[in-house]
């Protein structure tokens, strides 16, 4: 069954920390995506990526670095965290833009 | 501002009732899909419905496309205490840039 691994699922860290969110797919899909979720502003679109090296900006850039190492794997760097980067972060896949994605269960980060 | 809108914060039902979210968008789509998010899960894709398509079904589910009036409205027959979830529909606008905009989102409760 296709499926989209998020890890780790829960991340504390400290304002100035360094984090990475991992992601993997088994999907065999050339799009994966970084999201976060936030209540009132729903799921914005941080970073995402057509393929193995590629990089796309998305709505809320700021603050983020994404990197694409292989087709599975899509990685989103915090490199100097802030509380404003509090949320919860989903990556999801797809065949292609506009087609249906495939989301992972989301990682909850706090920093404080 | 969003590209894609449901039009309810929240709708509470009984088991068994009928219940349709409706949602708008603001450009010309190539197609619009409808997922649900339960709680603590990641969003689930429900229907996709393309822009020559004026009504798909899925079991339960129901999902319309007016692109005159630039709505979309999902209905969900014979309603369950597990399709309680926030409902999002979703476009990308016409392009195949892998962009895909979330609304904010309906909270349905369905009661017992």
């Known amino acids: 069954e296709a499926a989209v691994t998020q890890s780790p699922r829960n991340k504390v860290t400290v304002t100035g920390g360094n984090v990475t969110l991992s992601c993997r797919q088994t999907n065999s899909h050339n799009y994966m995506y970084w999201y976060r979720q936030d209540t009132g502003h729903g799921l914005r679109l941080i970073h995402y990526?057509?393929?193995?090296?590629?990089?796309q900006i998305g709505d809320v850039p700021d603050g983020y670095k994404a990197t694409r190492t292989t087709q599975e794997d899509f990685f989103l760097l915090l490199e100097l965290a802030s509380p404003s980067q509090t949320s919860l972060y989903f990556c999801?896949?797809?065949?292609?833009?506009?087609?249906?994605?495939?989301f992972g269960s989301g990682t909850r980060l706090l920093v404080i | 501002s969003q590209l894609a809108e449901e039009n309810s914060w929240a709708l509470s039902v009984h088991e068994g009732e009928s219940v349709t979210v409706n949602c708008s968008y603001k450009t010309s789509i190539t197609a619009l899909q409808w997922y649900r998010q339960k709680s603590g899960k990641g969003p689930a894709q429900l229907i996709l419905?393309?822009?020559?398509?004026r009504e798909k079904r899925n079991g339960r589910l129901r999902a319309t496309l007016d692109t005159s009036s630039q709505s979309s409205s999902l209905s969900i027959t014979a309603t369950r205490c597990e399709d309680t979830a926030v409902y999002f529909c979703?476009?990308?606008?016409?392009?195949?840039?892998?962009?895909?905009?979330f609304g904010l989102g309906t909270t349905l409760q369905v009661q017992p």
């Open positions: 979703a476009t990308g606008g016409t392009g195949n840039t892998g962009k895909l905009i």
């Open positions: 419905i393309r822009s020559n398509e």
């Open positions: 990526s057509y393929g193995a090296g590629n990089l």
């Open positions: 999801a896949s797809s065949v292609q833009g506009n087609s249906d994605y495939t």
